[in-house]
């Protein structure tokens, strides 16, 4: 099961091969069926979970060689360590199912107790929803703005369970297949009509300038060149800003600009003259988001974002991280070995809308934060677009920032609203409201990207009622499974 699930692992982006999981998940099916008693399935539940998360997290020993003269013992752990705390996730839904009679009830129960403990998952430390079967939907171009549609009313959790469902009816032999490519065929006609009776309004979002200045993490964390890499962000704001002013904003668009996660090398907060050296970087734009590090008024550390206003580079506004990364940001109590520097960071207190002026509203997401589906916008003060600033320069040109970049994509159509994206050794890149990708800056490279911002859709049905969908649908799948009598309980075909 181990190798099964590592298999299955290439489901995930960017290799997004979905049709691995009709042979994956059949056979982890078929293990539990064949399992003694439900301790038996869960340990086969488990494998399969850390073979998946083991595989499909291995970008994280990137983060790992970053400070190898530190942390070299933890190069073989990093990735098996993270699968191992995620594997009960999957152990789980593997021992419950079998409460089920073998067959279609079993199938139908362990769908929904999948997709209900992978959700489970937010609630891991600070939070780890990474890789969510649903993801693997997220095709390159038009075939994935087709099949992520759905999203926009059950999520990426519920495409999650539309995707086990799907990859397990091949277990049904030849009818089971030919429902499954019915069902593919249905979700990209769901898609596609979703798309056709959604157009886009013109609204009155920005003209975006997203700066990525291809600094290496190695280069960051010496200290040693942080003027040359203010003086390299101050130069390509210039450029990009003049670039839409001459451009989409001749029209009387707003400009922001924004620099990645933590590109201000130092204390922006405390640094007045710097402020005014980035205002006049931007002079024209109404504002620009910047990321930095801070201290609070007792003294603790917070990773930030910043709106820093024209034309003297006022501190308009602030955002502190709210959802910290376990093991990077802050240190897990459990651990009894010390792996954050310092006391780690303190979190935010959550979710803000900031209202500028000149500039629609728009809701800062810092990094990581931008995983949680259902918990990206504030609910009560709703955003008209999303601005994502992150650095994923730890992971190298590994699947990690494709990762990452297709859930910004997704929560682009969960919610209905555009969202840009500011990376500082890429992957920038700005999506629409249907998730369709407008601009792209590749991995490793220096540049800006100038995007004037399409308008928001009406709410969607996931954003009013969030991740309930899902859990609803998951929760029916289990109740369906109790309760259906139809066809003999002991058959899957």
């Known amino acids: 099961m181990l190798l099964v699930g590592a298999l299955a692992a290439l489901a995930f982006p960017p290799v997004d091969l979905l049709p691995v999981l009709a042979l994956c998940f059949p056979l982890l099916m078929r293990a539990i069926d064949r399992a003694g008693s439900w301790r038996g399935a869960a340990r ?42 995620l594997a ?28 209900l403990f992978d959700m489970a998952r937010v609630f891991i430390f600070s939070g780890f929803p990474w890789n969510p079967l649903g993801s693997g939907w997220e095709l390159p171009g038009l075939p994935g703005d087709v099949m992520i549609q759905p999203a926009a009313w059950v999520g990426v959790d519920g495409l999650t369970l539309g995707t086990v469902l799907l990859a397990l009816l091949p277990l049904a032999g030849r009818r089971g297949v030919a429902v499954s490519l019915g069902g593919v065929l249905a979700w990209a ?202 650095n994923d320069a730890w992971y190298g040109n590994t699947a990690g920032p494709r990762q990452h970049l297709a859930a910004v994509r997704i929560r682009a159509v969960e919610e209905g609203m555009p969202i840009a994206r500011a990376a500082n050794t890429g992957i920038s890149a700005a999506f629409d409201a249907h998730g369709h990708e407008i601009v792209r800056l590749g991995w490793n490279r220096q540049g800006v990207l100038v995007v004037q911002l399409t308008g928001t859709l009406p709410v969607t049905i996931f954003g009013l009622f969030g991740r309930w969908v899902p859990f609803g649908l998951a929760m029916g799948a289990i109740l369906l499974a109790a309760l259906w009598r139809v066809g003999g309980a002991g058959r899957y075909a």
């Open 44 to 85: 086969r539940g488990f494998m399969f979970g850390l073979g998946l998360h083991t595989a499909g997290l291995y970008w994280l020993t990137d983060a790992i060689l970053v400070r190898v003269d530190t942390f070299w013992w933890l190069v073989p752990l990093a990735a098996p360590g993270c699968a191992l705390i």
């Open 88 to 115: 009960p996730m999957a152990a789980a839904p593997a021992a419950l199912c079998r409460l089920a009679p073998a067959g279609w009830r079993r199938g139908l129960a362990f769908a929904g107790l999948w997709t």
């Open 189 to 390: 006609i769901l898609g596609g009509a979703l798309l056709a009776l959604r157009p886009l309004p013109v609204g009155h979002n920005p003209v975006v300038v997203l700066v990525q200045g291809n600094v290496p993490e190695t280069q960051k964390i010496s200290g040693e060149d942080d003027i040359a890499i203010f003086r390299r962000y101050l130069a390509l704001t210039r450029q990009g800003v003049a670039q839409a002013l001459a451009g989409p904003a001749a029209s009387g668009r707003s400009v922001v600009f924004a620099w990645p996660e933590s590109a201000f090398p130092g204390l922006l907060q405390e640094d007045d003259v710097a402020r005014q050296m980035v205002a006049r970087a931007g002079a024209g734009a109404r504002a620009g988001v910047i990321g930095s590090m801070r201290r609070d008024e007792n003294d603790r550390w917070r990773n930030s974002v910043m709106a820093v206003a024209e034309p003297d580079g006022r501190l308009a506004d602030l955002y502190d991280k709210a959802h910290l990364v376990p093991f990077g940001e802050y240190q897990p109590p459990f651990l009894p070995f010390h792996v954050v520097p310092g006391d780690g960071m303190a979190p935010g207190p959550g979710l803000r809308t900031w209202h500028l002026p000149g500039v629609a509203p728009v809701g800062p997401l810092i990094c990581y934060e931008v995983i949680f589906s259902g918990q990206v916008v504030d609910r009560r003060d709703r955003p008209d677009w999303l601005v994502n600033v992150t």
